[in-house]
Structure formats: C-alpha cells, structure tokens
C-alpha cells in the first residue's frame, strides 16, 4: 500500500517552492510593469493598461487551465505554464530593450495566463490530502507565494543594476528575475511532481468511498 502521507508531504513541499519561486517573478515585474508601460508607450495615461492586459489574460486563463490539468494531469500542466511564463518573461524583456509598447503588453499576457496556472497550486495541494488536512496544505503553499511577494520587490534594484552593466535598459532587468525563478519552477514540477496530484487525489477518493461503504 503506497504511504499517502510522505506522498502529500513531498508534493506540498514541491508546491511551496513552486510557489515561492514563481511569485517572486511575479511580484518583481509587478511592480515595475505600470512604469515600463508609461515609459515604452510615452503617454502616462496608459500606465494601467499592461497590468489590465496581465489580469485579463490571467482570468480568461483560469478555466481553461482548469480544463486542461483535468486531461492531461497537474503535472504536466504545472510545468506548461511555468513555461509559458518564461516565455512570456523573454517577450517583456525584450520589449523592453526593443522599446515595444505592444510586444510588451503580448508578454505581459502570457504571464497572466502562467499567474492562473500557479495559482491552482494551492488546490493541487488539497486534493492530495484527506479533507481533515486540505486547509493547512492550502495554507503551506499560499505561505510560498507570501515568501515570494516579500522576495520578488528585493531584486528589482539589483536586477536593474545588472542589466545597466550589461548594456539593457535598468527596467528590463526584473523580467530576468521571472524568467529565471520560473525556469527553475518548471524544472521542480517536472522532475519532483510525482506522481500526479490528480491521480493520487483519485486514489484517496476511491479508498474514502471504499471506508465509509464499509462501516456505514
């Protein structure tokens, strides 16, 4: 019989990593992007479109993330949008050197679209434990991304620093932060995601059912 509780214990420890990491990134953007979004468009009036453009792209994303962990498991999924996030890191960095207003706002998206499928980290942590303790696990990994908000504006300064030295624009230097932590995060889920939050959540329900049909 497999041992459920080191299971839950190691995924919610991956999860709480993930989480610091990815929003660490996250955070360290956040609180540049409304000022490289006046900068890059020359109009301060626009200075809340890339986070507005962030939010839509992180809510229309939520279900079908949803959907998508549902078919092809937490894992898999998990490592997708981490992806996604690097990738959406690179074309917001980019635009940024580039002095793109519109590149900017597509990379700012995609990072929306990874913000949904991180958040669900939380529920993944749940589903592997038995309901008596879904509420600590969710609040384990909400405590990463407490972490990560703290971590994420610490680097903003440093990352500028960096990136003047090598040459790029002081504000392209915390889409390196997100690019690299969710590198990272994607590498964790992929390699220390096992098994699937989805199947041994399936595996839990299935013994619940079997217990309570035998004594009640």
Known sequence: MKDYDRISKKITSVLFLVQSLSSAGF???????????????????????????RVLGQAFAALAWGYIMEQIGRRRSFAMGQAV???GSIIAGGAVISRSFPLFLVGLALMGIARASADLGRFAAAEVHLPDKRGRAISNVVLGGTIGSV???????PTGLWSLKVGFPEMAGPYSVSFLFWGVAA????????????DVGRELLSLCRKVNEKFF
Do not use: C, H, W, Y
């Open 27 to 53: 955070i360290a953007v956040f609180t540049v992007n409304a000022l490289v979004g006046a900068e890059l468009s020359g109009q301060p009036a626009l200075t809340g479109v890339p986070e507005s453009v």
């Open 85 to 87: 996030g690097v990738i």
């Open 151 to 157: 971590v994420g504006p610490l680097l903003v300064g």
């Open 187 to 198: 590498i964790l889920v992929f390699a220390g995601l096992r098994p699937d939050p989805r």
